[in-house]
């Protein structure tokens, strides 16, 4: 298959359903908020090494959680007490320790100063967020992410303290759902989310269930202050 190359003077991309059988929708193109933000609107995300041109994908199958599916154990109950949370006061710190995380069978991070640099601008749009997990005032933990319509579009997590991310996916949860938002894109299968009450979709029931809940729209149902979050 002959992957397209992205125009750089218009924000057109492809159909995602004609993606390759890796689930690459096109190529190339460049990081600009109204290129991101028409990228999520059409279930489409950037994910690239460092050394290779932007490629832009939607998988088959896609990774989602559906609010009510979310496995709140015990164990993670209790965990929870520990921690302070936060949402919005360390955008890009997160990101960068997001970067920094190891991942099972990754050399290196695909989040480069371009992507931190692009998601802090969409953060500063209204865009983008993070949700942080605080012990004893330290940032130890979180997640960031984008929202379109009534779907947080998960995009990476770290924790430097045992549960610190598990626990402020279930702060994100818990308000999601309280917001009114319908489910949260998880893209990529992993076991860790999987174990959390992830499930695998096709790309077809993905991308029906997101235009319908979005109709192609950004809107603003994300509801915080600087308080702490509980």
Aim: charged share 25%; glycine share 8%; net charge negative.
């Amino acid at each position: 298959m002959n992957i397209p190359q992205l125009n750089k003077y218009n924000l057109i991309f492809p159909d995602p359903r004609d993606a390759d059988e890796d689930g690459i929708v096109a190529w190339g193109g460049d990081l600009n908020p109204s290129r991101l933000i028409r990228a999520y609107q059409n279930g489409i995300f950037p994910w690239y090494a460092k050394e290779d041109p932007i490629i832009w994908w939607s998988t088959n199958p896609r990774l989602i959680m559906e609010l009510d599916d979310f496995k709140l154990t015990k164990s993670l109950k209790k965990s929870m007490r520990k921690f302070e949370y936060k949402f919005d006061t360390q955008f890009e710190q997160v990101m960068r320790a997001c970067s920094k995380a190891p991942r099972i069978g990754q050399n290196g991070t695909w989040i480069s100063e371009d992507i931190i640099e692009a998601y802090t601008v969409l953060h500063g749009l209204g865009v983008a967020h993070s949700v942080e997990s605080y012990l004893d005032g330290e940032l130890v933990g979180g997640l960031y992410g984008v929202v379109v319509g009534g779907v947080f579009c998960g995009e990476s997590m770290f924790a430097h303290v045992s549960d610190a991310s598990k626990s402020a996916y279930a702060i994100l949860i818990k308000h999601l759902k309280d917001w009114g938002y319908s489910f949260v894109d998880c893209q990529v299968p992993t076991p860790h989310l999987k174990s959390l009450g992830a499930k695998e979709v096709s790309r077809d029931e993905f991308l029906l269930k997101f235009y319908d809940v979005n109709m192609n729209q950004i809107n603003h149902r994300w509801k915080v202050n600087s308080e702490l979050i509980k």
